[in-house]
């Protein structure tokens, strides 16, 4: 460190000091004037002296001690204000001890102790608290007239700290607080007005000329973001939210980071609250792997679990592209973890049996899959082939080599399953649960539903029909769907783990569905366009495979409550594996024939309840009963 640097880091903490200890020489000279004037003739007092370098000296040590020096006057608050108490009561202790050592406190009146420890209060806490005041209201650099008017809505703990930091930045002005709070209308925050209550936004926005809305309510709920971002939509006005409190505490945002308001914070069911404690216990310290690591789902289970502190990950992910990714992304945020990235195919015997005698793996994630249900209907041998034979792979080598729990993701397409997609998935369910009678690892499947901006879902194609201008193209104008944000879908997965004992289905509760019209019509308002006028919503028909209403239960499985009361357990319905094994080397020798006749035939046999009319000739009744129950 050169001496100038030194000299830049240490200059204004000498400022403190040498300001401190004048303020310490003024308080102990104005005690003993005080005192002194309190007399009919006052005595001369000495302005320096033996007494002042034992003052000075032992309540420099004790402000020093007492940590004063590691805060900054900018941020002076509470806790300095009760530093310097601490330290004026303690100083003044210090200074009796050292007068009394020195002279026997015979040249120190009595009540001096008593006025000096207030005085140094006034003297040290009094600069402090009026140099932030004067940083948090002074407005330098863009004139008034430039800066945007904005609007705050919620006067909570989330509004003020939001107030106290955009008074730093000379673009935007405060106009005033909206909350629904009765008693907070007519006070002020930090000098900002409580306006009233937030549906009178539209009124009120107009009234002050608001710019912009900032939404300063991390606490809530789905439905009061849909509220309130209706109402921002009524009043014209630009708008901006803080974070959720989940994605702060998960460190996926800062707390004041300004963000636009996504799909997820009008979609996204309520956070779920898990067992950590339990979740921690069952995957710390454990060698685990998850296969399709590198997809939406896979790759969020990769940074959970690296959060967790496993002994080591193992990755399978048969795109390149996807494992360099997700591969850079850990080793720069989790440097210390040992991690295996394999590129390959997780049907491909020999490269599972390399894996699992490498790795020996205690828990393994299978989140492989294909998953695009119109495009899997007319490759049958493809979507057999990987989702329900990849899984036998892998399901068999994790019981050959003792892995302890073996997690099937599977998905609610799996239930009465009208689409090719959705019968291989529940295929692999069938398999899993049958290994579980007769093998050591316990093998657990997970069903949920659409997961919110996964890669290939709804989404993300929304989002870029509406930057080309529409149509936005939605399949049926009553098909709806369940929805999960891709953190909770991972968070799921980690809870059933460490619950399931072994042929377990479980579910989550995902609340009500939501009509794909719905979604398309909030992301075309939350891209500052109206739909039917800037961004036309076209109506295509149901694809091949594709269902109105998903559900999360067959009606045998006899779906009942577990120890979590979000989760939800299925009485899984057993094939026996005599019967199921010939299927299943049936199924195999159609693939390497390439005869997908066959092969559908096999899957129909699998899974009786396979219907690909399902989804559309049964479609009208569907409907009739969504209208009555609406």
Not at 374 to 390: C, D, F, K, T
Not at 395 to 408: H, I, Q, T, Y
Not at 545 to 563: A, C, V
Request: hydrophobic residues 45%; aromatic residues 8%; contains cysteine.
């Amino acid at each position: 460190m050169t001496l100038r640097n030194f000299i830049a880091r240490i200059h204004p903490r000498i400022a403190v000091v040498a300001h401190d200890l004048g303020m310490v020489w003024l308080a102990w000279f104005s005690a003993n004037w005080i005192r002194y004037h309190l007399l009919p003739v006052s005595p001369p007092i000495p302005w320096f002296g033996a007494e002042y370098v034992i003052v000075l000296s032992l309540q420099g040590l004790v402000l020093y001690w007492t940590g004063l020096y590691q805060g900054l006057w900018r941020f002076a608050s509470l806790p300095d204000l009760w530093n310097i108490a601490r330290g004026s009561l303690l100083g003044v202790t210090a200074i009796a001890v050292g007068l009394f050592l020195h002279d026997r406190l015979e040249g120190t009146p009595r009540a001096v102790l008593g006025i000096y420890p207030l005085a140094l209060l006034i003297l040290l806490g009094m600069p402090r608290m009026l140099y932030r005041y004067w940083k948090d209201s002074r407005f330098d650099g863009a004139p008034m007239a430039t800066a945007k008017r904005v609007l705050i809505l919620g006067a909570g703990r989330a509004g003020e700290t939001l107030v106290r930091d955009l008074r730093r930045e000379t673009q935007y002005r405060l106009v005033g607080f909206l909350d629904d709070k009765p008693n907070l209308k007519g006070a002020k925050l930090h000098g900002v007005p409580v306006l009233g209550p937030i549906d009178q936004l539209p009124e009120l926005a107009r009234e002050v000329a608001a710019e912009m809305v900032l939404i300063a309510i991390p606490s809530a709920s789905n439905q009061q973001m849909q509220r309130v971002v209706r109402l921002c939509e009524q009043s014209g006005v630009s708008f901006r939210t803080v974070p959720r409190l989940q994605d702060v505490v998960e460190g996926r945002s800062g707390f004041n980071e300004l963000k636009e308001v996504a799909i997820e914070d009008l979609l996204g069911r309520e956070p779920v609250a898990l067992d950590w404690t339990a979740i921690r216990i069952g995957i710390a310290g454990r060698r685990v792997l998850v296969s399709g690591g590198g997809g939406s789902i896979g790759s969020e289970l990769c940074r959970q679990v690296a959060r967790l502190g496993v002994e080591s990950l193992t990755i399978v992910e048969l795109t390149e592209f996807n494992l360099y990714r997700i591969e850079q992304e850990l080793r720069n945020d989790f440097p210390d973890l040992v991690l295996h990235a394999i590129l390959g195919d997780c049907g491909d015997a020999a490269l599972c049996e390399r894996i699992f005698e490498r790795s020996r793996p205690t828990a393994v994630f299978h989140a492989a899959a294909f998953k695009h249900v119109p495009l899997l209907q007319e490759q049958v041998r493809e979507a057999v082939r990987n989702n329900l034979l990849g899984t036998q792979t892998l399901a068999l080598a994790a019981e050959r080599f003792g892995v302890e729990n073996f997690v099937l993701i599977s998905t609610d397409k799996a239930v009465n399953p009208a689409s090719v997609m959705g019968a291989s998935k529940r295929a692999a369910e069938v398999v899993c649960q049958s290994l579980s009678q007769q093998a050591k690892t316990r093998f657990i499947t997970v069903r949920f539903g659409n997961v919110l901006d996964s890669a290939g879902s709804v989404v993300p194609l929304f989002r870029d029909q509406i930057q080309r201008g529409g149509p936005v193209t939605v399949t049926h104008p009553e098909i709806a769907r369940y929805f999960m944000t891709i953190p909770e879908a991972c968070q799921l997965i980690l809870q059933a783990s460490v619950l399931g004992r072994g042929g377990e289905i479980y579910a989550l509760d995902m609340g009500e569905p939501v009509r794909i019209r719905y979604l398309a019509e909030q992301m075309i308002l939350l891209a500052g366009k109206v739909p039917e006028r800037d961004v036309q919503i076209v109506y295509t028909g149901l694809r091949p495979g594709e269902k109105l209403f998903e559900e999360l239960f067959h009606e045998q499985e006899d779906y009942q409550s577990t120890g979590h009361h979000k989760i939800f357990l299925a009485q899984h319905r057993f094939v026996a594996w005599a019967e199921l094994n010939t299927l299943l080397r049936r199924i195999e020798q159609a693939t390497r024939r390439f005869d997908e006749p066959e092969v559908l035939r096999c899957l129909r046999l699998l899974v009786p309840e396979f219907d690909v009319e399902r989804g559309t000739a049964a479609e009208a009744d569907v409907v009739s009963i969504h209208r009555l129950q609406n």
